[in-house]
Each structure stands twice: as C-alpha cells, then as structure tokens.
T-cell receptor, first 113, second 115 residues
Framework: RKEVEQDPGPFNVPEGATVAFNCTYSNSASQSFFWYRQDCRKEPKLLMSVYSSGNEDGRFTAQLNRASQYISLLIRDSKLSDSATYLCVVNIYNAGNNRKLIWGLGTSLAVNP | NAGVTQTPKFRVLKTGQSMTLLCAQDMNHEYMYWYRQDPGMGLRLIHYSVGEGTTAKGEVPDGYNVSRLKKQNFLLGLESAAPSQTSVYFC??????????????FGPGTRLTVL
C-alpha cells in the first residue's frame, strides 16, 4: 500500500457543483496534513493546511479523520478556475524524529462551463 | 519580491553531459529543497538543506549533488546526465520556523530532457 493515496480522477464537474476528494495515508504517525494545488505545467502552491478540527477557507473545506486515516477536501460552487490537480501532502516523524513529507500523486479536477 | 526563481527553465542534454541548476529565493528562508516530478511518480525529494552550508539526502539522491554556499541559493548538479534523469525539477523553500512543517514555496520548474 502506498503511503499516501489519491484517486487520480479526472473529476469532471459543471460550474457550481460541489466536489469532494479524499486522500488516505498509511502511517499512523502522520502529524501534519496539507492540500496543494498544481495547475498544468506549473509549480505546486499551498491551498490549505488541514487541522484536526477541520477548517474552511471560503469555498474550500478540509477535514481530517485520524481514526480512518484520511483527509478530505470539499470544494463548493466550483469555478472554472478551480480546474487543476490537487495534491495531498502528509508529514510524518520517524523514529529518529526526522521529518518526512510524503506527496500524493494528485487528483485531477476539470470544471466545465 | 520574486519568491523562488530557477535557472534555466528548459534544457536538453546529451547522455554524459553535466549541468547545474540554480535556485534562488529572496524570502530569507532557512530550508531549501530540490524535487523531481515524473508522470505516475509524483514529487520526489532529491536533496534538501536546513541552512547555509548544510545539505542532506532525500528520497532519490543518486546521480545528483547539491551545494548551499549562500543562504539564498541552492544548486543542483548532474555530473553525468542519464536519460532516467529526464524530468521536471522543482526547487522549493520554507521558513523552517515550524521545524520544516510549514508552507513550501516552489519555483516555476526546470524541464530537463536527456537524450
């Protein structure tokens, strides 16, 4: 099992739709979680961190479920500009207290007019 | 404030040639990283640095060397390029204030093809 797994998609949704992505992680020692966004042929950019209690930033809501070891990203009222690949990132600390960031392969979203 | 810049943006090499990729950041960040991104493989960490004069191996360091002589610059070297090193290379930096668990800011990438 991969350390971080995402459904690659693509998710094709109409403008205004609500869409949700999940990301599962295998290491229960995972400490921090992030969603990055990557546009085609561009660099990744931080979308939002994921906090234990869940957090919201405008149309975007991130949730963490430690018991089931997954994080989710919900996008409400999708815009054409939301079309991108969404990367799940998990930070773990190993036995030597060394930090390691694990990047998912990403979920592709296409918002259609 | 340019953020993170990378030079060059594109490069084609022949097998066995060498080259250096330059990354510069103007945010006074302590941590800097070199990643490669390949289809179906995602972002993989090559080397990283937690401060001027320091470097450490990441997940896929073989065939690459790095140097961090100045805080704002992080160089990635390929001594003898191989076709397997054809990839998109991203440099990133972070403040390091949260022990590395903080936002990473990426450069625009370098698209390298090795023939």
């Amino acid at each position: 099992r991969k350390e971080v797994e995402q459904d690659p998609g693509p998710f094709n949704v109409p403008e205004g739709a609500t869409v949700a992505f999940n990301c599962t992680y295998s290491n229960s020692a995972s400490q921090s979680f992030f969603w990055y966004r990557q546009d085609c042929r561009k660099e990744p950019k931080l979308l939002m961190s994921v906090y234990s209690s869940g957090n919201e930033d405008g149309r975007f809501t991130a949730q963490l479920n430690r018991a089931s070891q997954y994080i989710s990203l919900l996008i409400r009222d999708s815009k054409l500009s939301d079309s991108a690949t969404y990367l799940c990132v998990v930070n773990i600390y190993n036995a030597g207290n060394n930090r390691k960031l694990i990047w998912g392969l990403g979920t592709s979203l296409a918002v259609n007019p | 404030n340019a953020g993170v810049t990378q030079t060059p943006k594109f490069r084609v090499l022949k097998t066995g040639q060498s080259m250096t990729l330059l990354c510069a950041q103007d945010m006074n960040h302590e941590y800097m990283y070199w990643y490669r991104q390949d289809p179906g493989m995602g972002l993989r960490l090559i080397h990283y640095s937690v401060g001027e004069g320091t470097t450490a191996k990441g997940e896929v360091p073989d065939g690459y060397n790095v140097s961090r002589l100045k805080k704002q610059n992080f160089l990635l070297g390929l001594e003898s390029a191989a076709p397997s090193q054809t990839s998109v290379y991203f440099c990133a930096s972070s403040s390091g204030l949260a022990g590395g668990v903080d936002t990473q800011y990426f450069g625009p990438g370098t698209r390298l093809t090795v023939l």
